[in-house]
């Protein structure tokens, strides 16, 4: 228990110190007018109130990596702890902050855009290319496990999966058109409590009942999976606890809040800080995995029973520490993260293709123009077996 404490004071301390060398680095300006204020159009340039934006940050960022991923990167043993730290504070922290304050001096543009800005025309092509790809994957990848999931809480009632996909194909379509003040601004801050109720609950509980949570020692500090000739820890364990520390796809979400921002000095808090608050959710997530079941091998042994499937731990977990009500919340919590992910991705997409075809997005006709292409493609993909998907897109 002594090194997860340790690793959360760690994650504070990086906010507390190396965010404030980074925010010198890149030379914020207090004065300077952010484009939520000179370029206000009602709908994607909206200013927000900054413990909004800060949530829908967070919320746009986690998608599955922290729960799910820490969930299997634990099977490689206290190796995760070191891992979620470091990524978190000097590469994943550092990322999201230079790349959503990049997009708010250049006027909120799209990644896309700011790489062309710097690295010529030929990338930025590239860039666009891949990243709309990135983005319909991703869509798709997040309406098909949040819907498995709400299918397994309410036990097939209803039209079981099929049924979820489409309720939450619905949403991502408001969620991509309405301004974002209208549908994410209000909902986001609701999945946000859920969230952070199951995080913070399940750390409070492991603590109370004094779980035997793996030491970061010498000793442990080895590939702790029950394959490791199969699964080395380099490179496999950073791309299976695949949150932000090594996730480019932030850069894709940060300019929807550099567009809602009212003062550089925000920033720090937004994009660092909200990193960091993964970071401390991958943790929590790791810490009760290596712990709940007994020990890492224990936890090994029910993820190749149950074939891999992070969903069936992370469900015993919830339900069996936080009661029914508390498992309900948690399990909406987690499916509150791929959701608002997955709804960014689409409308992200759309930004970035308004961006490059220049077609004012003030029209709502405009906005359905761009969007009709990229769900169409994002429910084919929902066709396609999910596993092949979900490899293409890690």
């Not at 990848?141 to 079981?160: C, E, S, Y």
């Not at 409590?193 to 509980?205: R, S």
Request: some cysteine.
């Amino acid at each position: 228990m002594i090194s997860f404490f340790l690793s959360i004071l760690a994650l504070l301390l990086g906010y507390l110190l190396y965010s404030k060398l980074i925010e010198k680095i890149f030379g914020i300006d207090t004065a300077r007018p952010t484009p939520a204020t000179t370029m206000a159009d009602g709908v994607n340039y909206v200013p927000l109130p900054q413990w909004k934006i800060f949530l829908i940050q967070f919320l746009n960022i986690a998608g599955l990596g922290p729960i799910f991923g820490a969930v299997a990167g634990a099977m490689w043993g206290p190796s995760a702890f070191l891992w979620i730290v470091l990524g978190s504070i000097f590469a994943g922290g550092v990322h999201d902050y230079f790349s959503g304050m990049l997009s708010l001096r250049h006027n909120g543009e799209s990644v896309t855009e700011t790489t062309g800005r710097y690295l010529g025309t030929g990338m930025k092509q590239l860039m666009r290319v891949f990243t709309i790809i990135l983005m319909i994957m991703l869509g798709a990848v997040f309406i098909m496990g949040p819907a498995k999931i709400l299918d397994g809480m309410t036990q097939g009632i209803g039209g079981g999966t099929t049924m979820w996909v489409w309720i939450i194909f619905v949403y991502y379509i408001l969620s991509t058109v309405l301004p974002i003040d209208k549908l994410i601004g209000k909902l986001y801050p609701v999945f946000g409590v859920a969230l952070l109720f199951m995080a913070v609950g399940i750390m409070v509980v492991m603590f109370a009942q004094g779980l035997p949570v793996p030491e970061l020692t010498l000793a442990n500090l080895t590939n702790m999976h029950s394959s490791p000739e199969k699964f080395p820890l380099f490179p496999m364990l950073f791309v299976t606890v695949a949150y932000g520390a090594i996730s480019g796809f932030h850069s894709s979400q940060s300019p929807m809040m550099a567009r809602c921002m009212t003062n550089e000095k925000q920033g720090r808090s937004i994009f660092y800080g909200a990193m960091i608050t993964e970071g401390v959710v991958a943790l929590i997530w790791a810490a009760i995995s290596m712990s709940f079941f007994g020990g890492v091998r224990e936890l090994n042994d029910t993820l190749v029973e149950q074939q891999g499937n992070a969903a069936y731990v992370v469900s015993i977990i919830s339900n069996s520490l936080l009661g029914k009500i508390g498992g309900i919340l948690a399990l909406l919590g987690v499916v509150a993260a791929p959701i608002t992910s997955g709804d960014t991705a689409f409308r992200s997409a759309r930004l970035i293709v308004a961006d490059f075809t220049k077609l004012k997005q003030t029209t709502f006709k405009n906005r359905l123009l761009i969007s009709i292409p990229l769900f169409a493609a994002g429910y084919s993909l929902t066709l396609v077996d999910f596993g092949i998907v979900w490899r293409y897109f890690a």
